[in-house]
């Protein structure tokens, strides 16, 4: 069987011909396998999705009860038949509930790894090397300059200006979905014990991951309704980045602008955005840890999406493995 014949790109997402079902698939199908509740990944109105049970339940809270005709849950690990192609959930490191998916049948092998990381986080499982003949990767962060720094450097940096500016509000941009949680996570981490505020779009995710065993600690609503302005001098509030152009931002006294991202690590992103304290965390791998997990796989050919396609399959085929970008379109990550 060829790969193209097992995994194929369509317009409505990667298709898979003999289990008729497609990966991540950005319009409604008939039957959807979601790796993770990112909403340019997981969109509600598919008849049928199969996806962790972690997934399903954040799709649940974000798109509603009823945000599916139907839902099957898979373990990590678990092989199920979708019409005779073995199909195989395996951690992703990227959010709570994240997944690789590896699609099989007639002794080939095709991983696609939707999006994927392999810092540590302890706010998820951590990734799983899955050798395979051919490895579906992301490439948001695929050029060489994009190098993560540990994300304890960068909360250390956060924690060091909470000291340094007491009368101020430290207001931390970062996605509603696994971001904002593990931000908290790392401040937990280092130490810091005070309530974490917290935007009201953050509010649902956040108790789902404490509910899951997640320990994020005391987090508070960042209304200053509920208090008086000073109240929060001094304090870590994090909010959807979304939330930092209108009025909300501006209720905090003298707000230090902050954003977790991988993207921070472009000083002219953080400038046009008004960032004053960019912290570099992202929920991606960085140029090295996609180089080194496509070289472990190891896949004799590599299918890259979503992202800067050119510079990793030029990457790829210097080693000598096969590559091509698959365009895939309608994949603007959420998530970092
Ligand atoms: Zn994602």
């Keep these: 069987m060829r790969a193209s014949d097992l995994l194929q790109p369509r317009p409505e997402g990667l298709y898979c011909p003999p289990g008729d079902f497609f990966i991540d698939p950005v319009r409604p199908v008939a039957r959807a396998l979601i790796t993770h509740g990112h909403s340019d990944h997981a969109r509600a109105g598919h008849a049928k999705v199969l996806a962790t049970r972690q997934t399903l339940d954040i799709m ?10 139907a ?23 990227h959010v709570l509930g994240s997944a690789q998916i590896a699609v099989e049948k007639g002794g080939l092998r095709i991983v696609a790894s939707g999006d994927y990381k392999r810092m540590p986080d302890a706010t998820c499982t951590p990734f799983e090397l899955v050798p395979c ?12 300059v994009f ?13 060091k200006s909470v000291a340094q500016f007491p009368e101020r509000t430290h207001l931390v941009g970062a996605y509603a979905l696994g971001k904002a ?7 937990r981490q280092a130490g810091y014990d005070r309530p974490i505020h917290i935007h009201g779009a953050l509010a649902r995710l956040s108790a789902y991951y404490q509910n899951e065993g997640i320990d ?21 509030v994090i909010g959807p980045p979304s ?14 602008s902050c954003f977790a991202s991988g993207w921070m690590r472009i ?24 180089c080194e997990t496509i070289t472990e796989t190891g896949a004799g050919e590599v299918w890259v999406t979503h992202g800067r396609e050119e510079a990793l399959v030029r990457w790829c085929e210097l080693q000598g493995i096969s590559a091509r970008p698959l365009h895939l379109v309608g994949y603007e990550d959420e998530g970092d």
């Design 71 to 93: 839902t099957q849950a898979v373990g990590f690990g678990e092989t199920i038949d979708v019409a005779g192609v073995s199909v195989t959930f395996h951690p992703a490191g």
């Design 133 to 144: 003949d051919v490895f579906i990767t992301e490439a948001t962060f695929a050029l060489p």
């Design 181 to 187: 949680q593990r931000v908290m996570k790392l401040l």
């Design 216 to 236: 994020l600690g005391a987090l508070e609503p960042a209304t200053v309704e509920a208090g008086r302005k000073g109240d929060f001098a001094g304090a870590v």
């Design 147 to 159: 190098r993560h720094p540990p994300p304890q450097e960068e909360i250390a940096r956060l924690l």
């Design 243 to 256: 939330a930092f152009a209108d009025r909300w931002a501006r209720r905090f006294p003298d707000p230090v």
């Design 267 to 290: 000083r002219q992103r953080a400038r046009q955005r008004g960032v004053e304290l960019p912290l570099i965390i992202s929920d991606h791998c960085d140029w090295d840890e996609l």
């Design 60 to 69: 649940a809270l974000r798109y509603g009860e009823d945000f599916a005709g």
